[in-house]
Protein backbone atom coordinates (compact mmCIF):
# COMPACT_ATOMS: atom_id res chain seq x y z
CA UNK A 1 0.00 0.00 0.00
CA UNK A 2 1.80 3.16 -1.19
CA UNK A 3 1.99 5.85 1.33
CA UNK A 4 0.04 8.90 1.74
CA UNK A 5 2.10 12.07 0.73
CA UNK A 6 2.44 14.67 3.77
CA UNK A 7 -0.23 17.12 4.40
CA UNK A 8 -0.04 21.02 2.79
CA UNK A 9 0.85 23.63 4.76
CA UNK A 10 -1.80 26.12 5.82
CA UNK A 11 -1.40 29.42 3.85
CA UNK A 12 -0.86 32.55 5.87
CA UNK A 13 -4.64 33.96 6.87
CA UNK A 14 -6.36 30.55 6.87
CA UNK A 15 -7.96 29.75 9.82
CA UNK A 16 -5.86 26.37 11.46
CA UNK A 17 -9.08 24.74 11.98
CA UNK A 18 -12.62 25.12 11.33
CA UNK A 19 -13.73 26.23 14.76
CA UNK A 20 -10.70 29.25 14.85
CA UNK A 21 -10.09 32.70 12.90
CA UNK A 22 -8.04 33.33 10.30
CA UNK A 23 -5.36 35.71 11.37
CA UNK A 24 -6.48 38.62 9.01
CA UNK A 25 -10.17 38.04 10.28
CA UNK A 26 -8.30 38.02 13.66
CA UNK A 27 -7.09 41.02 13.62
CA UNK A 28 -9.65 43.29 11.77
CA UNK A 29 -11.63 42.51 14.74
CA UNK A 30 -8.70 43.84 16.87
CA UNK A 31 -8.31 47.27 15.11
CA UNK A 32 -12.27 47.56 15.09
CA UNK A 33 -12.02 47.22 19.01
CA UNK A 34 -9.21 49.70 19.26
CA UNK A 35 -10.90 52.33 16.89
CA UNK A 36 -14.12 51.79 18.37
CA UNK A 37 -11.93 52.46 21.61
CA UNK A 38 -10.72 55.72 20.30
CA UNK A 39 -14.10 56.65 18.64
CA UNK A 40 -15.69 56.82 22.03
CA UNK A 41 -12.82 58.84 23.56
CA UNK A 42 -13.11 61.76 20.92
CA UNK A 43 -17.30 61.36 21.45
CA UNK A 44 -17.19 61.81 25.17
CA UNK A 45 -15.15 64.59 24.82
CA UNK A 46 -17.06 66.67 22.31
CA UNK A 47 -20.05 65.20 24.73
CA UNK A 48 -18.70 68.37 27.12
CA UNK A 49 -18.82 70.70 24.89
CA UNK A 50 -23.12 71.26 24.45
CA UNK A 51 -22.30 72.28 28.29
CA UNK A 52 -21.57 75.36 27.05
CA UNK A 53 -25.30 76.01 25.70
CA UNK A 54 -26.22 74.97 29.21
CA UNK A 55 -24.05 77.68 31.14
CA UNK A 56 -25.22 80.28 29.09
CA UNK A 57 -28.69 79.43 29.54
CA UNK A 58 -28.44 79.54 32.92
CA UNK A 59 -27.01 82.88 32.53
CA UNK A 60 -29.84 84.03 31.12
CA UNK A 61 -32.32 82.44 33.59
CA UNK A 62 -30.47 83.67 36.46
CA UNK A 63 -29.47 87.16 35.25
CA UNK A 64 -31.45 88.13 32.03
CA UNK A 65 -30.61 91.84 32.85
CA UNK A 66 -27.17 92.03 31.26
CA UNK A 67 -28.69 91.65 27.51
CA UNK A 68 -30.22 95.36 28.33
CA UNK A 69 -29.20 97.80 25.99
CA UNK A 70 -29.45 100.51 29.29
CA UNK A 71 -26.80 100.08 31.78
CA UNK A 72 -27.91 102.31 34.53
CA UNK A 73 -30.81 102.52 37.20
CA UNK A 74 -34.22 104.35 36.64
CA UNK A 75 -34.20 107.58 37.14
CA UNK A 76 -30.18 107.87 36.76
CA UNK A 77 -30.69 109.67 33.63
CA UNK A 78 -33.27 112.35 35.14
CA UNK A 79 -30.69 112.76 38.12
CA UNK A 80 -27.76 113.63 35.65
CA UNK A 81 -30.40 116.14 33.58
CA UNK A 82 -31.12 117.87 36.68
CA UNK A 83 -27.53 118.16 37.64
CA UNK A 84 -26.48 119.18 34.20
CA UNK A 85 -29.17 122.33 34.42
CA UNK A 86 -27.62 123.08 37.51
CA UNK A 87 -24.40 123.62 36.06
CA UNK A 88 -25.88 125.76 33.44
CA UNK A 89 -27.39 128.38 36.03
CA UNK A 90 -24.47 128.32 37.84
CA UNK A 91 -22.32 129.03 34.89
CA UNK A 92 -24.19 131.36 33.42
CA UNK A 93 -25.86 129.48 30.53
CA UNK A 94 -29.38 129.87 29.39
CA UNK A 95 -31.53 129.86 32.38
CA UNK A 96 -34.96 128.49 31.85
CA UNK A 97 -37.85 130.42 31.52
CA UNK A 98 -40.04 129.23 34.73
CA UNK A 99 -38.85 127.40 37.48
CA UNK A 100 -38.43 123.54 37.28
CA UNK A 101 -41.04 122.05 39.68
CA UNK A 102 -40.05 118.43 40.73
CA UNK A 103 -43.24 116.36 41.17
CA UNK A 104 -43.21 113.70 44.43
CA UNK A 105 -42.98 110.38 43.12
CA UNK A 106 -45.73 108.03 44.38
CA UNK A 107 -44.95 105.13 46.97
CA UNK A 108 -45.14 102.42 43.80
CA UNK A 109 -42.65 104.19 42.26
CA UNK A 110 -40.33 104.80 44.43
CA UNK A 111 -40.28 101.32 45.20
CA UNK A 112 -39.63 100.30 42.04
CA UNK A 113 -36.47 102.69 41.81
CA UNK A 114 -35.42 101.88 44.72
CA UNK A 115 -35.26 98.20 43.68
CA UNK A 116 -33.51 98.65 40.48
CA UNK A 117 -31.41 96.02 40.53
CA UNK A 118 -34.01 93.39 39.76
CA UNK A 119 -33.77 93.13 35.94
CA UNK A 120 -36.34 90.52 35.58
CA UNK A 121 -39.31 92.56 35.94
CA UNK A 122 -38.25 94.38 32.78
CA UNK A 123 -37.23 91.21 30.24
CA UNK A 124 -39.30 90.26 28.33
CA UNK A 125 -40.51 86.85 28.41
CA UNK A 126 -39.32 85.46 25.53
CA UNK A 127 -35.70 85.44 27.14
CA UNK A 128 -36.99 83.47 29.24
CA UNK A 129 -37.92 81.19 26.70
CA UNK A 130 -35.05 81.20 24.57
CA UNK A 131 -32.30 80.10 27.91
CA UNK A 132 -34.58 77.27 28.53
CA UNK A 133 -34.31 76.43 24.97
CA UNK A 134 -30.44 76.47 25.56
CA UNK A 135 -30.09 74.49 28.46
CA UNK A 136 -32.87 71.33 27.33
CA UNK A 137 -30.51 71.60 23.85
CA UNK A 138 -27.32 71.76 26.04
CA UNK A 139 -28.55 68.70 28.16
CA UNK A 140 -30.03 66.74 25.34
CA UNK A 141 -27.18 66.72 23.08
CA UNK A 142 -24.44 65.63 26.13
CA UNK A 143 -26.30 63.19 26.94
CA UNK A 144 -26.93 61.84 23.54
CA UNK A 145 -23.33 61.96 23.16
CA UNK A 146 -22.11 60.21 25.91
CA UNK A 147 -24.70 57.50 25.41
CA UNK A 148 -23.21 56.90 22.14
CA UNK A 149 -19.26 57.40 23.81
CA UNK A 150 -20.93 54.74 26.07
CA UNK A 151 -22.26 51.92 23.31
CA UNK A 152 -18.49 52.85 21.27
CA UNK A 153 -16.67 51.62 24.38
CA UNK A 154 -19.34 48.66 24.78
CA UNK A 155 -19.12 47.75 21.46
CA UNK A 156 -14.91 47.67 21.13
CA UNK A 157 -14.86 45.24 23.96
CA UNK A 158 -18.20 43.12 22.15
CA UNK A 159 -15.58 42.74 19.10
CA UNK A 160 -12.77 41.79 21.47
CA UNK A 161 -14.63 39.22 23.31
CA UNK A 162 -16.95 37.94 20.04
CA UNK A 163 -20.15 38.91 21.25
CA UNK A 164 -22.94 40.19 20.78
CA UNK A 165 -23.40 40.80 17.14
CA UNK A 166 -25.96 42.93 16.46
CA UNK A 167 -25.14 45.29 19.13
CA UNK A 168 -22.03 46.02 17.38
CA UNK A 169 -23.93 46.13 13.92
CA UNK A 170 -26.43 48.67 15.19
CA UNK A 171 -23.43 50.56 16.90
CA UNK A 172 -21.95 50.78 13.48
CA UNK A 173 -25.08 52.29 11.82
CA UNK A 174 -25.01 54.96 14.31
CA UNK A 175 -21.58 55.64 13.60
CA UNK A 176 -22.27 56.61 10.39
CA UNK A 177 -23.43 59.91 11.33
CA UNK A 178 -19.87 61.21 12.68
CA UNK A 179 -18.24 61.70 9.54
CA UNK A 180 -15.54 61.01 8.01
CA UNK A 181 -13.68 58.69 10.68
CA UNK A 182 -16.86 57.35 12.70
CA UNK A 183 -18.35 56.93 8.82
CA UNK A 184 -15.20 54.84 7.36
CA UNK A 185 -15.01 53.16 11.01
CA UNK A 186 -19.00 51.98 10.54
CA UNK A 187 -18.91 51.11 6.87
CA UNK A 188 -15.60 48.94 7.90
CA UNK A 189 -17.28 47.23 10.77
CA UNK A 190 -20.63 46.42 9.01
CA UNK A 191 -18.43 44.52 6.04
CA UNK A 192 -16.18 42.78 8.61
CA UNK A 193 -19.07 41.69 10.73
CA UNK A 194 -21.16 40.54 7.27
CA UNK A 195 -18.44 37.32 6.95
CA UNK A 196 -19.22 33.68 7.24
CA UNK A 197 -16.17 33.13 9.30
CA UNK A 198 -16.92 35.98 11.62
CA UNK A 199 -20.90 35.39 11.68
CA UNK A 200 -20.02 31.87 12.41
CA UNK A 201 -17.29 33.07 15.54
CA UNK A 202 -20.22 35.58 17.08
CA UNK A 203 -22.54 32.69 17.53
CA UNK A 204 -20.29 30.47 18.78
CA UNK A 205 -19.66 32.64 21.69
Given at each position: ?44 F ?5 L ?105 R ?48
Amino acid sequence: MAALPPALPLEPGLASSPGQLSESDASHLQLLAIFHYILGGLTFFFGLLPLLYVAFGFVMLANPGIFDEYNGAPGEHSHQTHEQMQEDVLFGKDVPPEPIAVEAMPEQELELDHNWDTPSQRVPPELKVFGGFMVAFGLLGTLFLFALATLMVVTGRSLQKRKRRVLCLVTAGLSLISVPFGTALGVFTIIVLQRPAIVAAFQRK
